[in-house]
């Protein structure tokens, strides 16, 4: 299935310094701010109380909060789990809060509106828990470009295994800047997010890398810029659909997944977005930079069979 009827010969490389100049401040406004703001993180990574309650009925959970911030706990994260009448309450941590006396407060805030709904417990995550998660989350996120670095090695000519690394860390650096700028909770979800969205990134330049390999291969004469502007233009169909079908998922679950599921679809749909342009403007771009040629990419011959072709 093709989304242009006709085939696209936009000139992508001409105009790839004045994107250049989008990702720098991109990337310095997000450092900027995660120097500054830094992110506010969830409760699985800085420890709070748990709290499960059963409803008599299907419970609101736009209902939980608005009681909650009447009771002064806004701070809090609900969420349904299990069936529709059960529901989980973590709140972020605060010096010297008696854990009954706060178990007991929210318990009273949701029977103001529900007079059924029973506590059933009260669990507090401690701090060191959250510190493990976030030290196993930076593991995580190492690991991952290492083995993406790897895989560029091997797949790739090192002028093209550049360029698709500097885009699998451009997309997440500028997610990460969003959530600092705007406040929103950074939590495991998000945190799974930015992974998934370092795969998808990798993945959108690996099928633009491997078309301009071949069109490398049989457009010897031509311009390295027009090559890497044919091979993405013949790519831009699948990348359109391929973005576009991926989007109306990630919409569905901003929009109806509800607060829970709020960071985690947010960064994915930045990141599918983000990841799109990284492949055109960030990898091809800086692989062109690099003076990236037919010759890089053909196969090298031993020298012996050089001699044997000689007259």
């Known amino acids: 299935m093709e989304f242009f009827h006709k085939a696209t010969r ?3 490389m001409a105009t790839r310094r004045r994107w250049y100049v989008v990702s720098a401040v991109l990337i310095f406004g997000s450092l900027l701010a995660l120097a500054v703001r830094g992110l506010n993180f969830g409760i699985d990574f800085t420890g709070g109380v748990v709290m499960e309650f059963a409803f008599p009925q299907a419970a609101s959970l736009d209902q939980v909060r608005a009681a909650l911030e009447q009771a002064g706990v806004g701070d809090a994260s609900v969420q349904s789990f299990g069936g529709a009448s059960d529901v989980l309450v973590r709140i972020l941590p605060k010096e010297g809060t008696d854990t009954n006396r706060l178990g007991q407060s929210v ?10 709904a029973e506590l059933r417990r009260t669990e507090v995550v401690g701090p060191q ?9 930076a593991l995580a996120v190492l690991f991952t470009f290492l083995l993406i670095l790897a895989y560029v090695a091997v797949r790739f000519q090192w002028k093209l295994g550049v360029g698709a690394l500097a885009a699998a860390l451009h997309d997440p650096i500028v997610i990460l800047g969003f959530f600092a700028v705007t406040g ?15 795969g998808y990134s990798l993945n959108d330049t690996v099928v633009v890398f491997d078309r301009i390999r071949e069109r490398f291969l049989s457009m010897r004469k031509g311009a390295s810029e027009q090559i890497i ?3 993405i233009n013949e790519t831009l169909s699948r990348t359109i659909m391929t973005s576009a079908t991926t989007m109306i998922t990630v919409l569905s679950l901003l929009f109806f997944g509800g607060e829970i599921l709020r960071g985690f679809a ?3 749909a930045i990141g599918i977005v983000v990841g799109t342009y990284s492949s055109i403007y960030i990898a091809s771009a800086i692989s062109l930079d690099l003076k990236l040629a037919a010759r890089d990419l053909l196969p090298v011959q031993r020298e012996k069979d050089a001699i044997d072709d000689m007259p």
């Open 10 to 12: 936009y000139p992508f």
């Open 129 to 137: 828990v959250g510190q493990e998660l976030a030290e196993k989350g």
């Open 184 to 198: 929103m909770t950074f939590d495991l979800p998000a945190l799974a997010a930015i992974l998934a969205v370092i």
């Open 229 to 231: 502007d044919a091979a």
């Open 107 to 116: 318990l009273a805030a949701i029977q103001s509106f529900e007079p059924g």
């Open 266 to 268: 947010t960064a994915l």
